[in-house]
Each structure stands twice: as structure tokens, then as C-alpha cells.
């Protein structure tokens, strides 16, 4: 009967860690990492450069990165830029957006997100859509965990577009 409880107890103390675990995580995490920007030399096609933001985040599909896809055409003065994510494995670039003008090159600030988490946010490119309105897409980090998302940039909020990851050491 003893094994039992001490079995229970161990069983609810573990479901209780993983339940709370999301949310919890960050408050006792190591100190937040500073991003930085990468840019990635693969044989893009002339004029073009992607940079990410790093850490690299480890996912289901192997580590990845939000990345910025610039064309400098125009001679510099007519840029144009795709988000998107990469992967060091596969060494391809798997765009998330259309084609914008961007502005400014690079996001890295505390913002909060729509579920309420502060903490910075980090992103290459500010892109603006036919309203103007301005957009970077980025990763939020947290301790030793990150997450995909956007940044509103004129109402400074981010918005995840997917959960929590481990951050690649």
C-alpha cells in the first residue's frame, strides 16, 4: 500500500511539472540569451542575402531559424524582402510570406505578446504591406527557450505563431 502512494505521488508530481512546465519554465530559467543576426551564405542568386536570427531553435524538423530573404535591386534603394524560416540541415530556405518592401533591417527589442509574455523579440527586416503597415518577423526569446512569431512594430506586439522551443547550444 505504501509503494502505491509514494507511486501516486510521483505520478501527480510529475504531471503537475509537465502542466505547469510552459509557463513556469521561463521564471526559473537561465538569464535570456542576446540574439544576434547571421547572415547565411548558400549560393543565393546574385543580390540576394538571408540572415537569421540565432540561436537556432530546436524543433521536430531539426534546429531552425527565422530568417529574412533581402533582394537589393534598384541599386539598394528599391529592397524588397521575404520571411520565412531555414534549416542549417537541409540548407533551404522555406518562405512564410510574400514578397514586401522592406525598410529598416533589423528588430531587437522587449515586447509583449498577445498571451501577455514579455521579453525580447529579435528579427531581421521591417516589412511593410500595401497599408504600410510595418512588420518584422521574429523570434522571442526567453531564458534558454524560443519562439517563432511577428512583431507588430507600430503597436509593438508580438505574436507567436507557434509554441516554445529549446534554444540550440
Not at 25 to 53: E, K, Q
Request: proline content about 8%; overall charge neutral.
Amino acid at each position: 500500500m505504501r509503494n502505491r502512494v509514494v507511486r501516486l505521488l510521483v505520478v501527480f508530481t510529475t504531471a503537475a511539472a509537465l502542466l505547469v512546465a510552459p509557463s513556469a519554465a521561463h521564471a526559473g530559467a537561465p538569464p535570456d540569451v542576446r540574439p544576434n543576426f547571421y547572415p547565411i551564405s548558400n549560393g543565393w542568386p546574385p543580390g540576394v542575402v538571408v540572415t537569421c536570427t540565432l540561436p537556432w531553435l530546436a524543433t521536430a524538423y531539426g534546429p531552425l531559424a527565422q530568417c529574412t530573404w533581402i533582394t537589393h535591386d534598384c541599386n539598394d534603394t528599391c529592397n524588397t524582402a521575404m520571411a520565412g524560416l531555414y534549416s542549417p540541415f537541409a540548407e533551404f530556405f522555406n518562405a512564410t510570406t510574400g514578397v514586401l518592401p522592406v525598410r529598416q533591417t533589423q528588430f531587437n527589442e522587449v515586447v509583449m505578446a498577445t498571451d501577455g509574455f514579455s521579453a525580447v523579440a529579435a528579427g531581421h527586416g521591417i516589412l511593410t504591406d500595401s497599408s504600410n503597415h510595418r512588420s518584422s518577423y521574429a523570434t522571442q526569446y526567453s531564458g534558454d527557450q524560443g519562439r517563432f512569431g511577428r512583431v507588430d512594430v507600430d503597436a509593438h506586439l508580438f505574436y507567436p505563431s507557434g509554441p516554445w522551443f529549446q534554444i540550440v547550444r
